[in-house]
């Protein structure tokens, strides 16, 4: 089963970080990510920039709305996410435990099932 785990950290904090920090943390979260390419299991990786340089398409009316930033109303930002490939929800679990340990401070993972989508083939 493909899963996305996607990491919540509030932004503030991670803004705060200096050079050195943020490189110490890279640095833990590579070697998970080690860990899941020697088993095969990591998929795609990506570390979103700051929330101040979204743009949110809201949609409900006639025609969509086009806004600056992501407005979301929490304290815990999206700042990246992870695609792994487990054979169960414990071994997700894990997974961003891992993860949790790399990336000190509070925060959160949301882990969800997923699916590739290759418009013209079939769905994994």
Not at 39 to 48: H, M
Request: aromatic content about 8%; hydrophobic content about 40%.
């Amino acid at each position: 089963m493909i899963y996305a785990i996607f990491c919540y950290h509030p932004e503030d904090v991670i803004g705060a970080w200096t050079k050195e920090e943020d490189d110490a943390v890279m640095e833990r979260l590579g070697v998970v990510q080690d860990k899941l390419r020697e088993q095969g299991k990591l998929g795609p990786v990506a570390r979103l920039l700051p929330t101040t340089a979204a743009t949110t398409l809201r949609k409900g009316r006639d025609e969509p709305i086009v806004i600056d930033g992501p407005f979301a109303e929490t304290k815990e930002q999206l700042l990246g996410f992870y695609v792994v490939d487990c054979a169960s929800l414990d071994e997700v679990i894990d997974i961003a435990k891992d993860l949790a340990h790399a990336n000190p401070g509070i925060g959160s993972y949301e882990i969800r099932p997923a699916s590739i989508f290759r418009p013209g083939a079939n769905l994994i």
